[in-house]
């Protein structure tokens, strides 16, 4: 099992920054890929970001240029740091993981999301 905890979210201006962390713990060794994917009310949950075992980020056109993705090796965290944030990415962040394909369980696992309110 894997157990993912967010934290970081928060109310900010609109142009001002936050830092998102998704700390992970149980079969870490068993992780291939990091993602963050958010949603608010009656959307579907979007993609963000994702860390790819070889250490390439990948991010959804709308948060390119403003998002990174890197990822505290000895902390077992990731951390999505967020600057020129934008009233449109208002929104629940959840943390995802994806797991080895030889791993027995689930494919990937979710955190319980942290809400990020940005102000125009």
């Known amino acids: 099992q894997v157990q993912l905890v967010e934290s970081g979210g928060g109310l900010v201006q609109a142009g001002g920054s936050l830092r998102l962390s998704c700390a992970a713990s149980?079969?870490?060794?068993?992780?291939?890929?990091w993602r963050w994917f958010r949603q608010g009310p009656r959307k579907q949950r979007a993609f963000v970001a994702i860390?790819?075992?070889?250490?390439?980020?990948v991010y959804a056109d709308s948060v390119q240029g403003r998002f990174t993705l890197s990822r505290d090796n000895a902390k077992n965290t990731v951390n999505l740091q967020m600057n020129e944030l934008k009233p449109e990415d208002t929104d629940v962040y959840y943390c995802?993981?994806?797991?080895?394909?030889?791993?027995?369980?689930?494919?990937?696992?979710w955190g319980q999301g942290t809400r990020v309110n940005v102000s125009s």
């Open positions: 995802n993981t994806g797991m080895v394909p030889s791993w027995p369980g689930p494919t990937n696992y």
């Open positions: 149980g079969s870490v060794a068993s992780i291939d890929t």
């Open positions: 860390l790819l075992n070889n250490g390439n980020t």
